[in-house]
Nanobody
Framework: QLHLVESGGGLVQPGGSLRLSCAAS???????IGWFRRAPGKEREGVSC????????DYPDSVKGRFTTSRDNAKNTVYLQMNDLKPEDTAVYYC???????????????????WGQGTQVTVSS
């Protein structure tokens, strides 16, 4: 089981950028990592994933072209670069780990076993 810690959240103006980090307590080589968010009054949703191999990523249409996920296995850390942020991106952001097929990933929550505590992102002027 991995212990995951998110960081990098904060307050940013519309159009701004943030980079979130997800640091793991152990090796992440075999894990796909997903990023999820829960906005006030809404269900948690997936916003990105990256396969264990690093060769596959996926994003929903709501963030495609604005969010990019990457991983640094040497640092056991996964990143979520968020650009052109909008007020509707305001949410608590979570990362999660899935021991799954090496070349695939999913933005479905049910696939993930280990979760971080989340970091708040607020987009407001």
């Amino acid at each position: 089981q991995l212990h995951l810690v998110e960081s990098g959240g904060g307050l940013v103006q519309p159009g701004g950028s943030l980079r979130l980090s997800c640091a793991a307590s152990g090796f992440i080589l075999d894990y796909a990592i997903g990023w999820f968010r829960r906005a006030p009054g809404k269900e948690r949703e997936g916003v990105s994933c990256i396969s264990a191999s690093g060769g596959t990523t996926d994003y929903p249409d709501s963030v495609k072209g604005r969010f990019t996920t990457s991983r640094d296995n040497a640092k056991n850390t996964v990143y979520l670069q968020m650009n052109d942020l909008k007020p509707e991106d305001t949410a608590v952001y979570y990362c999660a780990a899935d021991l799954t097929a090496y070349t695939m990933c999913s933005t479905r929550q049910i696939e993930y076993d280990d979760w971080g505590q989340g970091t708040q992102v607020t987009v407001s002027s």
